[in-house]
Structures are given as C-alpha cells and as structure tokens.
Antibody, heavy 116, light 107 residues
Framework: QVQLVESGGGVVQPGRSLRLSCAAS????????MHWVRQAPGKGLEWVAL????????YYADSVKGRFTISRDDSQHTLYLQMNSLRTEDTAVYYC?????????WGQGTLVTVSS | EIVMTQSPATLSVSPGDRATLSCRAS??????LGWYQQKPGQAPRLLIY???TRATGIPARFSGSGSGTEFTLTISSLQSEDFAVYYC?????????FGQGTKLEIK
C-alpha cells in the first residue's frame, strides 16, 4: 500500500533554514507529481508547492515563492522541501501528498515551529 | 488567485440527518474540484474529485455536485464517524487553493 512518511521538522529560529523529506513507498514514485501542503496550528489547509513527475515543472504559493524549493530524488523515492529565510508564519504541520490534480494519498505530516 | 469560500463555517447536524456543505469559487474552475475530510490529528482524506466522483473506498452516502463556481457536498445520512472538518480545493490552475473549511459537528 502507499506510504508517505515526512521527516525533518523541528524548532528553528526565524531567518534560518530547514529541509523536509518525504519518503515514498508502495507506488511508482517516479511516475507521480507530488505536493507539499501545510496547516498552521488550529487553521485550515494551505497548498505550498508541487513538482511534476519528471521534475521539470515546479509551482509555488506566493507566500513561499523565492524562499522554498521543492525537489525530488527518484532513485531514493524521496521528495524534499528546502525552506530558507523561515518566518514565524511558516509554523505549521507540513504534509506531502501524491498526485498532480487531487491528492488521494497523504503522509501524516511533520511539525515545523519557527520561533526565537 | 482563485478564492474558495465555504459555507457555513460550522454546521450542527444530528446523526442520521442529511448535511449539505457549500463551496464557491471566485471564478470558474469547471469541474476541477475536490473535497477532503479531516479529523483531529489526522491527515486529510480525499472524498470526491472531479466535483462528483467518489474516491476509492468512499461510502455512497457522500456525494458531490456542481460545476463552474458553485459546488455542494452532501452526506445523506450522517454517521458518527462523519463529524469532522471538510475542505474543498480547486485544481483548475496555479496556485491550488483550499476553502477555509466547514466543521461538521454533532447537534
């Protein structure tokens, strides 16, 4: 069955960087586009970024454009989110999700807390 | 950016009753709309895609309708496990955006 396991979250100071990972299994990872979606504590869902199945197309929410970079390593079946210049408003649970349009599989999320 | 607006913010319904949740897009998204259910401490779960197609394993009591800018999620006979937060999301263009959610609570 499909498994998506996020890691790399933690507490980080404003202005610093963090890299999230999402390890995928149970499906042909290289054939699927992948998303990052986040959820601030007690708030709704916010789409963050998508990378196409071949890595050639990347899209970002305006709120993270220029600061976050999505990437993938198909040989490791892993999705990444490099987060630079972190702000307190980036505090959230970050989910990876499979699919280009809708997402039928999601990980359980990793919590990122940006605080001094 | 397409703004997705859900109503109501909170819906109180008795078990066994019907629930109707609404989602409006600020411009047409055709049928490029999904509905997700999220329970506390859990990841979202896809219920509906293409505005009206149930995802794999989703019970028939969940149905979606609409196109363009107006969409509805109907739960025909509420079960205890259906009380959760529901989100709509368009995938018509970039960026993808979610509605703010409707909390379905027990009356």
């Amino acid at each position: 069955q499909v498994q998506l396991v996020e890691s790399g979250g933690g507490v980080v100071q404003p202005g610093r960087s963090l890299r999230l990972s999402c390890a995928a299994s149970g499906f042909s990872f290289s054939g699927y586009s992948m998303h990052w979606v986040r959820q601030a504590p007690g708030k709704g869902l916010e789409w963050v970024a998508l990378i196409s199945y071949d890595g050639n197309k990347k899209y970002y929410a305006d709120s993270v454009k220029g600061r976050f970079t999505i990437s993938r390593d198909d040989s490791q079946h892993t999705l990444y989110l490099q987060m630079n210049s972190l702000r307190t408003e980036d505090t959230a649970v970050y989910y990876c999700a499979k699919g280009y349009s809708y997402s039928d599989d999601w990980g359980q999320g990793t919590l990122v807390t940006v605080s001094s | 950016e397409i703004v997705m607006t859900q109503s109501p913010a909170t819906l109180s319904v008795s078990p066994g009753d019907r629930a109707t949740l609404s989602c409006r897009a600020s411009q047409s998204v055709s049928s490029n709309l999904g509905w997700y259910q999220q329970k506390p401490g859990q990841a979202p779960r896809l219920l509906i895609y293409g505005a009206s197609t149930r995802a794999t394993g989703i019970p028939a009591r969940f149905s979606g309708s609409g196109s363009g800018t107006e969409f509805t999620l109907t739960i025909s006979s509420l079960q205890s496990e259906d009380f959760a937060v529901y989100y709509c999301q368009h995938y018509h263009n970039w960026p993808r955006t979610f509605g703010q959610g409707t909390k379905l609570e027990i009356k």
